[in-house]
């Protein structure tokens, strides 16, 4: 199986931060990467497919990177809605993994 | 607007099998360009994948739980099932059921609400 390792584990920011989330593949996954966005009591929004593409609807602020083992998801300011855990996971092969997530918090 | 609506028990005893059913409204499960399957996250940790169905009845499992598992597809009610048999209380989780698209776009982009399931005599 594909390990996904994100860092870190918990992220304190401030309103109006720039936030970057990192997520390492354990073997290359070409561009084959979503981020999800989830919130207490909540399932899961997709917010970026494809390493780097914006889901539709998703604000502008978010943002994907990356390719091959490494990448990242940025916040550009975060905002009071953005408080919540993210989650990567990798759609390289049919055996799917998630990272363990981040959760960021309020500073 | 798709929605996928999850049904089945909260409580199963270990060593049983637990089952639920995602129905589906607003769309077609027999849909070419998607997949439906289901995901599950212990309490106050991550996500897991669990599988994927197409509506062909072609299927993918989490090598870690494939003894166990067996998900189908109901076209004619528009719906899919999971089954997992011979829980423990490692299984206790909420499990969703998700929509998900096919080639560079195989991603979950349509939940179910989830359903706690607890594993307890």
């Known amino acids: 199986d594909i390990q996904m390792t994100q860092s870190p584990s918990t992220l304190s920011a401030s309103v109006g931060d720039r936030v970057t989330i990192t997520c390492r593949a354990s073997?290359?996954?070409?561009?084959?990467l979503a981020w999800y966005q989830q919130k207490p009591g909540k399932a899961p929004k997709l917010l970026i497919y494809k390493a780097s593409n914006l889901e539709s609807g998703v604000p502008s602020r978010f943002s994907g990177s990356g390719s091959g083992t490494e990448f990242t998801l940025t916040i550009s300011s975060l905002q009071p809605d953005d408080f919540a855990t993210y989650y990567c996971?990798?759609?390289?092969?049919?055996?799917?993994?998630f990272g363990q997530g981040t959760k960021v918090e309020i500073k | 607007q798709l929605q996928l609506q999850q049904s089945g028990p909260g409580l199963v005893k270990p060593s049983e099998t637990l089952s639920l059913t995602c129905t589906v409204s607003?769309?077609?499960?027999?849909?070419?360009?998607?997949?439906w399957g289901w995901i599950r996250q212990p309490p106050g940790k991550g996500l897991e994948w669990i599988g994927s169905?197409?509506?062909?009845?072609?299927?993918y499992y989490n090598p870690s739980l494939k003894s166990r598992v067996t998900i189908s597809v109901d076209t004619s009610k528009n719906q899919f099932s999971l089954s997992l048999s011979s829980v423990t209380a490692a299984d206790t989780a909420v499990y969703f059921c998700?929509?998900?698209?096919?080639?560079?776009?195989?991603?979950?982009?349509?939940w179910g609400q989830g359903t706690l399931v607890t594993v307890s005599s």
């Open positions: 073997q290359s996954i070409s561009n084959w």
């Open positions: 998700a929509r998900q698209g096919s080639g560079w776009y195989r991603v979950w982009g349509y």
């Open positions: 996971q990798q759609y390289n092969s049919y055996s799917e993994t």
């Open positions: 607003g769309g077609s499960i027999s849909s070419t360009s998607h997949y």
């Open positions: 169905i197409y509506y062909s009845g072609i299927t």
